[in-house]
């Protein structure tokens, strides 16, 4: 069973995961979260965690570019 992450820091794939869905690499026409957890393996909290990450991602872009 995996622990949950107790530190301030994402986990790795779930920082990849969420660059790769706030680059837009997320329209595959499937569900995203099982996309994310199969093509990161993560579960789905860290997915769902992913996507609040790629939300606020696209917000700092949004501001810095507008």
């Known amino acids: 069973m995996m622990m949950p992450q107790t530190d301030l820091e994402p986990d790795v794939a779930v920082q990849a995961a969420a660059e790769w869905l706030a680059a837009g690499r997320g329209r595959t026409g499937r569900a995203i979260v099982p996309e994310m957890k199969i093509r990161f393996g993560i579960t789905t909290p860290q997915a ?15 501001n810095a570019t507008g």
Do not use: F, K, Y
């Open 48 to 62: 769902c965690e992913a996507i609040r990450m790629a939300q606020q991602l696209r917000r700092r872009g949004a």
